[in-house]
Structure formats: C-alpha cells, structure tokens
C-alpha cells in the first residue's frame, strides 16, 4: 500500500520563475492538504482540495495556486518565485469523512535562488 | 494569540526513560482534534496519536499516550522506553471542527527531541 508521494523531491528555481510540485494520495483517500515549512518552523498551511475543488485556503498569495485531478492527485503551483518561497513544501492525504487524519509525504524541499 | 503553543525548543532525554513533551492549545470551537507528529531530519511528517475534543479517554498508541486535560487546554506527548530512533522534531497540532469537516490542520513551532545513549 504505497503512502503519499510527492515529486520531485528537491528543485532549484531563481526569482520569477514558476514551479509546479505534485502529489499523489495514499491509496483510498479522496482529500489533499499542502502545507510550506520554513527552516526551523511547523507547517503552514496553503489550501485543501475535495472532489476537486479548493475547500480552504490559508494566508497565502494568489501567486500560489492548486489543482486536483479525477484520481485524486494534486499539484501545487507557484507563480513568480520569491526568496522567501524557499520551503520544504509538504502534501498530506486525508479520508474527508473519517477524522480528517491526515498522512503526509516526504515533501518537496524548494530552493529559489 | 498562538493557536498552539510548545514551550520546550529542545530537550534531552536518556535511553529507556520516559519523557513528556509538552502543548497547549487555544481555541472556542466546542469539537476539535489535537494530532502529534514526527518529522525525523528526512523530512515526512509521520502521524503518532490523535485525540478529539469529546473522548473520554486518553488516547494510546503504543509507547506514545496524550495527556489530554481538558480544562487546561493541554495536551502532551508521553513516549514510554525512549530509543535512539525517537530522536527528532516532534509537532503538536490542532483541526477546528467536526469530524468529517475537512479542517485545516494548525502547527506548533515544535520540540527537538534528543535521545542519548
């Protein structure tokens, strides 16, 4: 039973570039959460997708945006990089209607230059 | 006003102890989960212990158990026998909401656990 993977797990970008980060829910879950980790900080969170559509969203510009497929696999989309976009970027599967537990991948570690 | 709070940057703990690790939260929200994780230096977050709002128990998984008190506004990480491979970030988490909403998850700044031999 193959957990949450994320690819690629690492990407060098420079400044105004746009970068695209993608996930894939453990098997059965229907839920996806992206979530961007500073340096020595916890997650925050960015937005959640159910039956494809965004369902919340947190502080996060517009410059970041997502998308979710009919098999439930998620990108997150980052438009004109800042330095402070540097994050490990983490994806995190749910079941929506059980607890709302949510499993997360290995992330994605992103270095805007 | 921190939704999640954890006090302890970083703590030490011999092998074969036990260690408590500690977490408030806020929130007015009557139904809410508290989660704790742990993010080794790879990166995952992998899920430990979870507890809602409206169990009555203390939940166990294992060597890890939550202290949940309630009218604290606590809930604390206790890992039994630490090992070496305990060593880690540890993050305490809070979902707002009923069970079947799918509700954000809001993140401590998290403790660093070292285990020494």
């Known amino acids: 039973d193959a957990g949450v993977t994320q690819s690629p797990t690492h990407l060098i970008k420079t400044r105004g570039q746009q970068v695209t980060l993608r996930c894939s829910p453990k098997?059965?879950?229907?839920?996806v959460s992206w979530y961007q980790q500073a340096l020595g900080q916890g997650p925050q969170f960015i937005f959640q997708?159910?039956?494809?559509?965004?369902?919340q969203r947190g502080n996060f510009p517009d410059r970041f945006s997502g998308h979710q497929f009919p098999n439930y696999s998620s990108e997150l989309n980052v438009n004109a990089l800042l330095l402070g976009d540097s994050a490990l970027y983490l994806c995190?599967?749910?079941?929506?209607?059980?607890?709302?537990?949510?499993?997360f991948g290995a992330g994605t570690r992103l270095s805007v230059l | 006003a921190q939704k999640i709070t954890q006090t302890q940057p970083g703590m030490f703990v011999q092998e074969k102890e036990a260690v408590t690790l500690d977490c408030t939260y806020d929130?007015?929200?009557?139904?809410?989960?508290l989660f704790w994780y742990k993010q080794p230096s790879s990166g995952e977050m992998i899920f430990l212990i979870y507890?809602?709002?409206?169990?009555?128990q203390n939940a166990t998984e294992g060597r890890y158990s939550l202290n949940f008190q309630k009218a604290r506004k606590s809930a604390n990480l206790v890992i039994s026998a630490s090992q070496l491979g305990d060593s880690a970030m540890y993050f305490c988490?809070?979902?707002?909401?009923?069970?079947?909403?799918?509700?954000?998850?809001?993140f401590g700044g998290g403790t660093r656990l070292m285990v020494k031999p």
């Open positions: 929130t007015s929200d009557p139904s809410y989960g």
């Open positions: 997708y159910y039956e494809e559509e965004e369902r």
């Open positions: 507890q809602g709002s409206y169990d009555q």
């Open positions: 995190a599967s749910s079941f929506w209607q059980f607890k709302n537990i949510q499993y």
């Open positions: 098997s059965g879950h229907d839920t």
């Open positions: 988490a809070m979902r707002e909401g009923r069970d079947n909403a799918g509700n954000m998850l809001t």
